[in-house]
């Protein structure tokens, strides 16, 4: 597609459930991002991709968050045993590369709600 | 990646030009300043970005002082629609990975 598409867009979960969020980059961008939102807040980096290279897996807040990338493309973000400060707005970005004169296109978010 | 400091809101009138500020005394000359805004409930859209010159596309312009410590992101006709929050970034140029988002400024364009 055009852009970065992310599903589901709206995510209502029972808190101890285990979750996982999708993000499709744009075709060709090699480098995937996820980031999250928490209600009136900035942007919290959580994981980068880049090409078969490990991940950068330092703002991960906890060992129950994990992500995945496959085939270089599609990635998938799981949060085990959700909690209710796990609610927030989780953000993918793709970029071409990882050079900074490449620009990020971010996806219009999952909203996750623990309850 | 060094720290950008952005005011944490301005006003401006419909149809004049919103000019947004951004200090980054600590950047390295191998570092690019970066712009996004992101419009509530969406998710942040790239405006532009630069390294030493000054850039315009038909989103805004920017502004990079001589000795690059600072920064001006201008919207030259601001409408409501630019309403936002709008972030200022530094990136190393190679090998940039993740990018630091700070808290940005709130612009609100008044009628």
């Known amino acids: 597609g055009a852009g970065v598409s992310q599903s589901p867009s709206n995510k209502v979960t029972e808190k101890g459930k285990d979750v996982e969020l999708r993000c499709d980059p744009i075709s060709g961008h090699t480098a995937l991002y996820w980031y999250r939102q928490s209600l009136g807040q900035g942007l919290e980096f959580l994981i980068y991709?880049?090409?078969?290279?490990?991940?950068?897996k330092s703002g991960l807040p906890s060992d129950r968050f994990s992500a995945e990338r496959t085939g270089g493309s599609v990635s998938t973000l799981t949060i085990q045993r959700t909690q209710q400060e796990d609610s927030a707005v989780y953000l993918c970005a793709s970029s071409l590369g990882p050079q900074a004169n490449y620009g990020y296109t971010f996806g219009s978010g999952t909203r996750l709600t623990v309850v | 990646d060094a720290k950008t400091t952005q005011p944490t809101s301005m006003d401006c009138a419909e149809g004049r030009a919103a000019n947004l500020p951004c200090n980054h005394s600590?950047?390295?000359?191998?570092?690019?300043v970066y712009w996004y805004r992101q419009i509530h409930s969406q998710g942040p859209q790239y405006i532009i970005h630069?390294?030493?010159n000054n850039e315009t596309n038909e989103m805004a312009s920017l502004i990079i002082t001589e000795d690059r410590k600072s920064s001006t992101l201008i919207l030259p006709h601001a409408t409501l629609r630019d309403t936002a929050v709008y972030y200022c970034i530094v990136r190393v140029r190679t090998n940039a990975g993740k990018s630091t988002f700070g808290d940005g400024t709130t612009l609100t364009v008044k009628p």
């Open positions: 991709f880049q090409g078969n290279s490990a991940p950068d």
């Open positions: 630069g390294l030493k």
């Open positions: 600590t950047i390295s000359g191998n570092e690019y």
